[in-house]
């Protein structure tokens, strides 16, 4: 194995620097293996059962911890043989004759406040290095319970354990579980901070690299940093999956992308979201070809929910409630709004896409709230608030995906009282009906104009009445997002003026009075056949208005 015998086994930084240097000079894992097998002592055992399970080998691993677990006479050895078994097995330990109903997280407290009032005097282990072992047993049983906050607290421990202790590559394995729990727990900041710091320090050659950039990309995806996290992920060729995945979180997509959408873990995501986007490709008044893609999309999530994780829940409760509300299935939705329990204040692209949906709810008529217009107002206003505040969030970033994903919502925090900054610009996908009618500065024909307001107020649409030249300007709502058409939404002022009053507050009253008379509620000039039509629109929307105590509503004087 080497001409150099180990160190003393006591002595944790010099026997873990031995052994990586032999792995680094190119001696196989399963060699080191063999011939500390053959010291045939506890210790050794322990450390050649730590090696095989780096090489899959689990039924000699736990051989060999058997043998090791039957030569401990030594109380701290014992424990060491105990903590390895756990954290290699990630399981209650065989080794353990514990028969209490104890949990185990509470059993490895107690193990661990033994470990430190042992002495090491009599072992071939060092305190040091069994006390980092039970607290990695721990962490596993941290990060399989649930518990990201605890399971921080025991990397943070091994950190400053492996520190004073000097063994710098305990040191870097601690820091690989906090980077990791800190993802879980969705704290993102401190999850950016540290692997920009450990990206400094390494090469790009090094095997951890692009498993760093990878989780880089991801925590500021979280953050609302979409274009940050395009950057990071452009940088690396091997990383075109996750750069798939961010343009589809921003509704673009090329043709090259569908190549990744069946890897696993994030590809799905991007996938779902395609067929989503395909839907937008559709015109509007296409509904039953756009509900077939929509079922297609819903189909993918439940394929693929079995593989999310805690933080992943709400983005994926998000997803299916976006299916079942293009499905037209607003109960469905609503109760998937209702699932949506803790979540992270710094998972703020989820925040922010579940926000937009209790909001897009509470604009649909046809739809029961999840909650009021006025909590809806003041989450989003939280969610950017809170990414203005967070180091590394992006309020600007989290702005776009609300105004691709749900712009009805984003149109009206843009209108309402307090509205915020960064979704001003979604106020062009308001129609105005004032002399014309016209969105995001085309002009709409009139009858083009009153198809949008049938439609939002869940009338029939008059598309097929409409001419040729109509139809022909009218296509000017089609533009092209990457290497799909994308009809852009037309929001109508009158749901967002019924939003308002249903608020029943004077700001509100007041803005829903200089909306409608900024915007209009119906496109003038509608040709005469049209006119017992816009009546009972008309009628329609002020008997809306009516139920919110808006009866002396100034409505606009007819044509």
């Given amino acids: 194995m080497s001409a150099a015998p180990p160190p003393p086994f006591d002595q944790w930084a010099e026997s873990v620097a031995w052994e990586e240097a032999l792995i680094r000079d190119g001696h196989p894992l399963g060699a080191i293996a063999d011939d500390l097998c053959g010291l045939d ?42 903590a390895v078994s756990y954290s290699t097995r990630r399981g209650r330990s065989m080794l353990l004759t514990d028969d209490s109903d104890m949990p185990y997280g509470d059993l490895l407290h107690r193990l661990l406040n033994e470990v430190r009032t042992l002495p090491d005097s009599d072992s071939e282990v060092s305190r040091s290095e069994v006390e980092y072992r039970v607290l990695e047993a721990l962490h596993y049983d941290s990060i399989a319970s649930g518990d990201n906050a605890r399971a921080v607290v025991t990397a943070k421990e091994m950190i400053l354990l492996a520190t004073l202790a000097r063994v710098p590559e305990m040191v870097e394995r601690a820091r690989r579980y906090y980077r990791s729990a800190i993802a879980q727990a969705g704290r993102y900041h401190e999850d950016l901070t540290e692997r920009l710091r450990v990206l400094r320090g390494m090469k790009p050659t090094e095997s951890e690299y692009i498993r760093e950039k ?121 109760h998937l709004m209702n699932q949506v329990t803790d979540i992270e204040d710094e998972d703020l692209l989820s925040r922010l896409l579940l926000a937009g949906m209790r909001l897009e709810l509470a604009l649909t008529e ?101 001419g040729s030249n109509a139809r022909y300007q009218r296509k000017r709502l089609l533009v092209r997002h990457g290497d799909l058409d994308y009809w852009r939404p037309v929001v109508v002022a009158a749901q967002l003026a019924m939003a308002l009053l249903s608020v029943k507050s004077l700001d509100h009253r007041n803005t829903a009075e200089r909306l409608v008379i900024e915007y209009g509620l119906l496109p003038p000039h509608v040709p005469h056949r049209f006119t017992p039509m816009v009546e009972d629109l008309r009628r329609t929307i002020r008997q809306r208005m009516e139920r919110f105590g808006a009866g002396d509503f100034p409505f606009p004087p007819k044509d």
């Avoid at 909590?375 to 990414?387: K, T, Y």
């Avoid at 843009?414 to 960064?422: F, G, N, Q, T, V």
Wanted: charged letters at 25%.
């Fill in 214 to 334: 990878a989780g880089l990309v991801i925590a500021q995806l979280n953050v609302g940093d979409l274009d940050g996290a395009l950057t990071t992920a452009q940088e690396e060729p091997t990383l075109p999956l996750h750069i798939a995945v961010i343009r589809a979180v921003q509704g673009v997509f090329s043709a090259a992308d569908t190549e990744f959408f069946s890897q696993k873990i994030i590809g799905w995501i991007a996938l779902c979201l395609w067929h989503l986007a395909r839907i937008e490709s559709l015109p509007p008044w296409r509904i039953t070809e756009r509900r077939a893609l929509a079922a297609a999309a819903l189909d993918v999530v439940r394929q693929q929910q079995w593989r999310s994780g805690p933080t992943d829940r709400p983005f994926v409760l998000w997803l299916e409630a976006r299916c079942r509300l293009e499905s037209g299935e607003y109960g469905l939705a609503r």
């Fill in 366 to 466: 046809e739809a029961f709230q999840t909650q009021t217009v006025i909590r809806s107002e003041e989450e989003l206003r939280r969610v950017f608030a809170f990414a203005r505040d967070l180091r590394h969030g992006s309020a600007v970033g989290l702005a776009e995906v609300l105004r691709r994903w749900h712009p009805r919502p984003a149109a009206y925090m843009a209108l309402c009282p307090l509205p915020i900054p960064e979704l001003l610009a979604a106020s062009d996908a308001v129609l105005r009906c004032q002399r014309g009618a016209e969105v995001y500065g085309q002009v709409l024909p009139p009858l083009a104009a009153l198809d949008e307001v049938v439609r939002a107020l869940g009338r029939p649409a008059l598309h097929l009445q409409l």
């Fill in 41 to 82: 002592r506890a210790v050794p055992l322990t450390r050649a059962a730590i090696l095989l399970n780096r090489l899959h080998q689990e039924e000699r691993r736990d051989d060999v911890l058997s043998r090791a677990h039957a030569l401990t006479t030594v109380r701290l050895e014992q424990l060491y043989v105990s």
